[in-house]
């Protein structure tokens, strides 16, 4: 199906020819009132998809308010049972209108059907899935405090929902983690407000229709789309009416974000940026390791934070590793979407792309050799137009390169030899961030003993992307607050009071 046929399927609130986006606030689709709006286009082609509505503070207090109308009153009313069906269903409605979220999804960002159909849009229904029946079997600690002389206390925890949550989503995997966050914040009994990335603002617009068609209460689930700085993000991340704030994003943005949070001492949850390692020993399976990955350093054209961007191989099998990786990256296929022979699309935009090209550029300054890549590939019609990028790979830099050091998000890695599990496990933790590490070794303890010194939030052993989504999720150091995933949400997502009875 082609783009423009795409457009035609999609019925995204205020419904036109083009696909403009529509803020979702207590249940209704709305253009807003500060008149300005912004330009959606195509990261394929440049071609203009619709336009954007930026929200202001009034839009931002219409949607808290609705937000907290929605606790106080039908949502707020609801069982655990009611809640977790309504959150089923959301899930059913996503599967049902698969083709609509999967083009919405391909048209702002130009991936794949072939990954967004494994991986976007099913996530998307079970981020709302897994939560609802994550909170149905919950428990919490009972304590008897025995004061002697007979006497004793009965202590309970509860857990509440801690309120209005804003959401502020990235552009990578839009769907994908924006419900990462909200199928966990509705489970818990809070009310949100979302601000999607100003990239992707259609999944989101999208799911309000869901809602609505499923019967979840007005103001439960509200989007207002807008620009970061002085504009819907830091206007909703700075409102009063914010109980919680969960992000995923750059880390420099979480800072901004910390900032704000700290009017009115509010808790954030934060997943951040990552520079993240890959170790390939040479005792490792060597097809599962190049196809691995490949995968870990290409897939989404590299704009995933889990990906790889730094790789370190066993001396003795570093020139095997850098040639079969260099073919693999060189047979990627870039084309459009729909094309089931597709590997990899577009960066999200060209601003990205300009980004991208500037550490390609740096690579060979800072004294990289390049193995492949390190261009803009030569793209047929319109699609010259469009933010492409060819995946690229370099040895040779130093270790204190910024290229090795800084987070790039895009289609690219560097391969360094190591000689020594210590020297491979220094140079792994080397890094301000901390957020996820590939380990492809066949030795078992070895296995164990390099994850277990890993500074990470999750390690992955002979894979990539295998996620358990009851399993904790997050960054270390630099890449992140907090943990999310199965019980770990609860953490953020409730409040935990105890109840102490003097019986
Ligand atoms: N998952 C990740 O780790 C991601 C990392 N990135 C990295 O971040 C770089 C910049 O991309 P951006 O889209 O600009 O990411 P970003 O981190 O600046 O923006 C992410 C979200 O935060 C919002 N935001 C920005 N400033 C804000 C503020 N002061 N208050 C409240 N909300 C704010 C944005 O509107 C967007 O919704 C990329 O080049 C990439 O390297 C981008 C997307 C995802
Ligand atoms: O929750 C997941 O499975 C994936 C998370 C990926 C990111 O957080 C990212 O790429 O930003």
Redesign the pocket.
């Given at each position: 199906m082609s783009v423009q046929a795409l457009h035609k399927t999609m019925q995204i609130g205020l419904d036109g020819a083009r696909r403009d986006a529509a803020h979702f606030i207590n249940g209704e689709f709305t253009q807003g009132t500060t008149g300005k709006s912004w330009e959606n286009r195509s990261p394929l082609d440049n071609s203009l998809i619709g336009r954007v509505p930026e929200g202001g503070r009034a839009e931002i207090d219409a949607a808290v308010t609705a937000a907290q109308a929605a606790l106080d009153g039908p949502w707020g009313a609801l069982t655990v049972g009611q809640r977790t069906d309504l959150l089923a269903a959301v899930a059913d409605e996503i599967t049902n209108r698969f083709d609509d979220f999967l083009a919405a999804e391909c048209l702002d960002t130009g991936k794949p059907y072939g990954l967004a159909s494994h991986i976007d849009i099913p996530r998307g229904a079970a981020n709302f899935k897994m939560f609802a029946d994550t909170v149905k079997n919950i428990s919490t600690e009972t304590f008897l405090l025995e004061q002697g002389g007979g006497r004793s206390a009965l202590n309970y925890g509860l857990r509440r929902p801690k309120g209005v949550i804003a959401v502020?989503?990235?552009?990578?995997l839009p769907l994908l983690?924006m419900t990462w966050k909200v199928g966990p914040a509705l489970a818990c009994g809070n009310t949100v407000v979302v601000?999607?990335?100003?990239?992707t603002p259609l999944t989101a617009t999208l799911l309000g229709e869901v809602m609505n068609k499923v019967g979840v209460p007005r103001g439960v689930y509200n989007v207002v789309h807008g620009?970061?700085?002085q504009s819907a993000?830091?206007f909703?991340?700075q409102h009063p009416g914010v109980n919680g704030i969960t992000?995923?994003?750059?880390t420099r943005?979480g800072e901004?974000?910390m900032r704000?949070a700290a009017l009115g001492v509010r808790q954030v949850s934060f997943?951040?940026?990552?520079k993240n390692p890959a170790l390939v020993f040479a005792d490792c399976d060597l097809d599962a390791a190049v196809e691995g990955t490949l995968r870990s350093a290409f897939s989404n054209c590299g704009?995933v934070?889990l990906g790889t961007e730094r790789i370190y191989v066993e001396r003795t099998i570093f020139d095997a590793f850098v040639a079969r990786l260099k073919a693999g990256a060189e047979a990627l296929k870039l084309g459009r979407p729909e094309d089931p022979a597709t590997n990899l699309g577009p960066l999200v935009s060209q601003d990205?792309r300009d980004?991208v090209l500037s550490y390609y550029r740096l690579a060979l300054e800072e004294g990289a050799t390049l193995v492949t890549g390190g261009r803009v590939p030569d793209m047929p019609g319109e699609l010259a137009n469009g933010a492409w990028i060819a995946p690229t790979i370099w040895t040779g830099l130093k270790d204190d390169a910024r290229v090795v050091n800084e987070?790039?998000?895009g289609p690219c890695c560097h391969i360094r030899p190591f000689d020594t599990e210590e020297e491979a496990v220094r140079l792994a933790n080397s890094t301000p961030y901390g957020l996820a590490a590939a380990v492809w070794t066949q030795n078992l303890s070895r296995a164990h003993r390099v994850a277990a010194r890993m500074e990470v939030g999750i390690c992955w052993v002979n894979s990539w992307f295998l996620r358990d989504l009851r399993t904790a999720f997050g960054g270390a150091k630099q890449s992140g607050i907090g943990r999310e995933g199965g019980l770990h949400s609860l953490e953020f997502y409730t409040e935990l009071s105890n109840v102490c009875i003097q019986l």
């Open positions: 502020i989503s990235p552009w990578n983690l601000k999607p990335s100003e990239e620009l970061g700085p993000g830091e909703l991340t992000f995923t994003g750059e943005t901004a974000i704000q997943e951040l940026g990552g704009q934070c990205h980004k987070e790039i998000f």
